[in-house]
């Protein structure tokens, strides 16, 4: 079935599907920016992902491969992440990475306004905070009393899942059993909200 547009030219499903992704992405790239602007300079650890994403993933501080110029979650940590999302369920590829601390010396507020900005122009179903210091940010951002690892919450409509440290679980056989349980939590068959 075609659809008509205002010029008398009609579009198909598919071409009417297209034209508003790019426009809900062109509004969430500028939303991106904005937040950017939030952690200005050249040491910024950049995003990556897919800005239409249904799943959110937050590191905290950078880790090596951040610290040496990569994207958010580009160093070993970003493949074992990939490789869990998959075995979720999730599409890693249309995930969306960033750092809740993308340079030192950013303070809390610039931080929360950043991570919220993000958040908000993405507009998830599940959102993963990997470590301690996401969960921190985040919950200063969502304004949540506390987050926890091991205790999912709802806030906003979303799922948020926090774990007991992702990076530091890849060395640890026993943190990996721990953190894999509460990455299960973040299944996309999970509840929506």
């Known amino acids: 079935m075609a659809m008509v547009r205002g010029s008398g030219v009609s579009e198909s ?3 009417r599907s297209v034209r508003l992704r790019a426009s809900y992405e062109a509004k969430a790239r500028a939303e991106l920016a904005a937040a950017d602007a939030l ?9 990556s992902g897919d800005p239409l994403a249904s799943v ?3 590191k905290g501080s950078p880790g090596p491969a951040e610290a040496c110029g990569g994207p958010a979650l ?3 940590d970003g493949e074992a992440l990939h490789k869990a999302l998959e075995a979720l369920g999730w599409d890693p590829p249309l995930a969306f990475m960033t750092l809740s601390s993308p340079i030192s010396g950013l303070d809390d ?5 950043r991570l919220r900005l993000q958040v908000e122009a993405i507009d998830p ?10 969960a921190d940010d985040l919950a200063r951002a969502f304004e949540i009393p506390s987050l926890k690892a091991g205790s ?3 806030s906003d409509g979303r799922r948020i899942v926090v774990l007991s440290g992702f990076e530091a679980s890849l060395g640890d056989e026993r943190l990996k059993r721990t953190v894999w349980r509460e990455l299960k939590a973040a299944a996309p068959d999970g509840p929506v909200f």
């Open 39 to 47: 952690a200005p300079g050249a040491d910024t650890v950049r995003w």
């Open 56 to 58: 959110v993933v937050v």
């Open 125 to 134: 179903r599940v959102v993963i905070a990997l470590d301690a210091v996401a």
């Open 74 to 76: 580009s160093g070993a």
């Open 109 to 113: 507020g610039a931080r929360a306004a």
């Open 152 to 154: 999912p919450v709802v």
């Open 13 to 15: 499903f598919e071409e």
